[in-house]
């Protein structure tokens, strides 16, 4: 791995679409949306751009036991190196209780969080909170035995009866089942299994950054109101500024996932219930006794609607980052995916100039040669240099959404083509 030279290649954390490193720019290409180009000329491993930390991310559950939750340490199944959980070691400080009775059985229910040491375990509380722990063991008191990972199938004759308006009609019937507390309150008898339960824990974590992002930027017009006369305009948290917009803004693949696997709706429904009724102000506020940060909490209510959940489930196909066991072989666990906004505006190439290069959480994109001024940078959505342009054209299709059509695969159908031509 190449060595960053602090002093060029600081790590920085994804930065809105108005202010990227000086390194790149983001264009709009009539062809493929934004893209990333060099502004100059970039040498051979260089840091074009990097993230501390996804905005929202998830360790399925086979793997939650195994990985440090901030460091994402893995160790082929072994995890002696494990010795914090959640918020453990720091009761002495806690206001109330040790975790929440929640799963229906009387049993206690944690956060699912574990940590090599009290430093990767401060570290994460640091960035995220305690009061994050308290909401993911809500969550996690609606998980129940089941399947990891749904089983998906590719069936044509389903496939075409989901229509964009069938999605719609569908989630329609959600808005109006919703306007009845009585009903809403009844959705938290519902269970999730392990595949739900994870997707959900991405989806909080989310919404939760959001709505820490918008008290804050709420806080902050309200002192400038005191010192000024009131303005009438955007409210902060709902512009640019935010990191909820940049995550928000990239492409949502809702309609080819669900007409791909169809199935998959009804457990995106079964989610958006879960969420809106187990984080109720009124339903937190009697769980977790001293530890509730009033208004984030009822921001973060007031933000599991059908549009921001279905957005965050629509950018997940596409645009995540598998979190792969390190160092990356054929035969590397994937451990869950990460998102990370400002690191998803880069192009596939099926022969990229930019690699991905990931160190614990923090992820960078390194210069795989000397890039010119004015070059796109593009990165591989997979391991797909090998393959013939058919395969790939499939993998990138069925992974991905899209018909590959970089400057490579043009010039392998072109080659072929010839061949073909000169065959006859």
Request: glycine residues 6%; contains cysteine.
């Amino acid at each position: 791995m190449p060595q960053d030279d602090t002093s060029t290649n600081e790590l920085q954390s994804p930065a809105p679409l108005h202010t990227t490193p000086s390194t790149l720019e983001i264009r709009i290409n009539p062809a493929s949306g934004r893209s990333c180009y060099a502004t100059r000329t970039v040498p051979a491993g260089y840091t074009v751009l990097a993230a501390r930390s996804p905005y929202a991310y998830t360790i399925w559950k086979p793997f939650r036991n195994e990985v440090c939750a901030e460091c994402w340490r893995y160790d082929q199944g072994n995890r002696s190196f494990l010795t914090r959980r959640d918020d453990e070691g720091l009761e002495e400080e806690r206001k109330g209780p040790v975790a929440v009775k929640e799963n229906g059985r009387g049993e206690k229910t944690g956060a699912g969080l574990w940590f090599c040491d009290a430093e990767c375990q401060a570290s994460w509380l640091a960035r995220e909170g305690r009061q994050m722990v308290d909401l993911l063991r809500t969550l996690e008191g609606a998980r129940r035995a089941g399947k990891t990972m749904i089983e998906v199938s590719d069936r044509q004759d389903e496939a075409t009866k989901l229509t964009k308006e069938a999605i719609e009609h569908t989630w329609d019937t959600v808005r109006q089942e919703e306007r009845s507390p009585k009903v809403v309150r009844r959705w938290r008898e519902n269970s999730l299994n392990d595949f739900e339960t994870d997707l959900a824990r991405y989806i909080l974590l989310a919404l939760a950054h959001f709505a820490r992002e918008y008290t804050s930027s709420m806080a902050s017009l309200q002192q400038t109101q005191e010192l000024a006369c009131p303005r009438n305009d955007t409210l902060p948290g709902l512009n640019g500024e935010c990191q909820w917009d940049t995550f928000a803004s990239l492409q949502c693949n809702e309609l080819q996932y669900l007409r791909t696997y169809p199935e998959l709706l009804e457990n995106h429904i079964r989610i958006y219930k879960a969420l809106k009724s187990r984080f109720m102000p009124a339903a937190l506020s009697d769980r977790t006794p001293g530890r509730i940060d009033r208004p984030v909490i009822d921001v973060l209510a007031s933000l599991i609607t059908v549009g921001n959940v279905r957005t965050a489930l629509g950018i997940d196909p596409g645009n995540s980052f598998g979190i792969w066991e390190a160092p990356l072989t054929e035969e590397s666990e994937c451990l869950g995916f990460a998102v990370y906004p400002g690191l998803s505006f880069f192009n596939h190439h099926c022969a990229p100039n930019v690699r991905k290069e990931r160190d614990g959480r923090a992820l960078r994109f390194v210069t795989t040669r000397e890039v010119g001024e004015g070059e796109e940078l593009c990165i591989s959505y997979g391991q797909v240099e090998g393959m013939t342009w058919r395969e790939r054209r499939k993998e990138l299709s069925d992974g991905w959404f899209f018909d590959c059509a970089c400057g490579r695969c043009i010039a392998d159908i072109a080659a072929e083509m010839q061949a073909q031509q000169l065959s006859t």
